[in-house]
């Protein structure tokens, strides 16, 4: 009794983290690199499932996966009513924590170090590999964290799209609303013990990675800048930065 729900809970949350990653991230460095207007109203948008009550998200979903939509009418795909529908459900809860994680990543790495791979031959899509991504996973992550852990406990737009049929589409959430219904509270409490313990080690993950985040960028203590803790630099540290600021030179005067 307890595991299908659970199963099926992993399941969903498998799912809704791939549709999440790629087009969490896809809009979070489409709205980081490019201005063009309209980007407040898009971004609002993207941003509505946060405030919005799940039952009012639910009803748009029926609307776009029910009866009368092109997904029904004109391809012949009727998600309704499957676990899959429930993924959809978690992924448009859960997408703007991504969205909005991944951006403000993206937009905080210094551009100086993405103009100087530029400067140096490296395309578009070098510079987001090499540069950014790296300088930028910590945020993704964390943003990845948070948004699985909310998809995991999404109840409302769930009900609305998939049901809580059990054996098909009844999720951890909707199997312990189940339970207290029946008033099987020793089952409920079981499942509320696995749902607190998967959302607690998730937003513990997000902590650590925050916290080597914020570690990463404080600026070095006076101690560490005594000419004792000082590195010593050489002859080819000197060249090298030398010809880094040659080359940085023209991008600072706008040339």
């Known amino acids: 009794m307890i595991w299908q729900p659970t199963i099926l809970s992993l399941q969903v949350t498998a799912l809704a983290s791939l549709l999440i990653f790629s087009l969490g991230l896809g809009l979070g460095i489409f709205l980081a690199k490019k201005h063009f207007r309209g980007q407040i109203f898009v971004s609002t948008v993207l941003n509505l499932p946060l405030v919005l009550p799940p039952s009012v998200v639910g009803y748009f979903l029926l609307l776009v996966l029910g009866r009368g939509s092109p997904i029904k009418e004109w391809f012949g795909i009727d998600l309704l009513f499957t676990w899959q529908a429930g993924a959809i459900a978690s992924t448009v809860v859960a997408l703007p924590l991504m969205v909005e994680s991944a951006r403000a990543a993206i937009a905080n790495v210094n551009p100086e170090l993405e103009a100087a791979?530029?400067?140096?031959?490296?395309?578009?899509?070098?510079?987001?590999?090499?540069?950014?991504?790296?300088?930028?996973?910590?945020?993704?992550?964390?943003?990845?964290?948070?948004?699985?852990?909310?998809?995991?406990?999404?109840?409302?737009?769930?009900?609305?799209?998939?049901?809580?049929?059990?054996?098909?589409?009844?999720?951890?959430?909707?199997?312990?609303?189940?339970?207290?219904?029946?008033?099987?509270?020793?089952?409920?409490?079981?499942?509320?013990?696995?749902?607190?313990?998967?959302?607690?080690?998730?937003?513990?993950?997000?902590?650590?990675?925050?916290?080597?985040?914020?570690?990463?960028?404080?600026?070095?203590?006076?101690?560490?800048?005594?000419?004792?803790?000082?590195?010593?630099?050489?002859?080819?540290?000197?060249?090298?930065?030398?010809?880094?600021?040659?080359?940085?030179?023209?991008?600072?005067?706008?040339r």
Request: aromatic fraction near 6%; charge should be positive; charged fraction near 15%.
């Open 117 to 254: 791979a530029r400067t140096l031959g490296s395309t578009e899509w070098e510079v987001l590999r090499r540069i950014t991504m790296p300088m930028a996973y910590r945020g993704i992550l964390a943003g990845l964290g948070l948004s699985v852990a909310r998809g995991l406990g999404e109840f409302g737009a769930t009900l609305m799209v998939a049901g809580s049929i059990p054996g098909r589409t009844q999720t951890l959430p909707l199997a312990i609303y189940d339970a207290v219904q029946m008033q099987r509270y020793t089952l409920a409490n079981l499942m509320v013990i696995i749902m607190t313990t998967i959302a607690f080690g998730l937003l513990w993950w997000v902590r650590h990675l925050e916290a080597h985040h914020a570690h990463s960028q404080q600026p070095p203590t006076p101690r560490q800048l005594s000419p004792r803790n000082r590195p010593r630099t050489t002859q080819h540290d000197h060249e090298t930065d030398r010809r880094y600021s040659k080359t940085l030179a023209p991008l600072r005067l706008g």
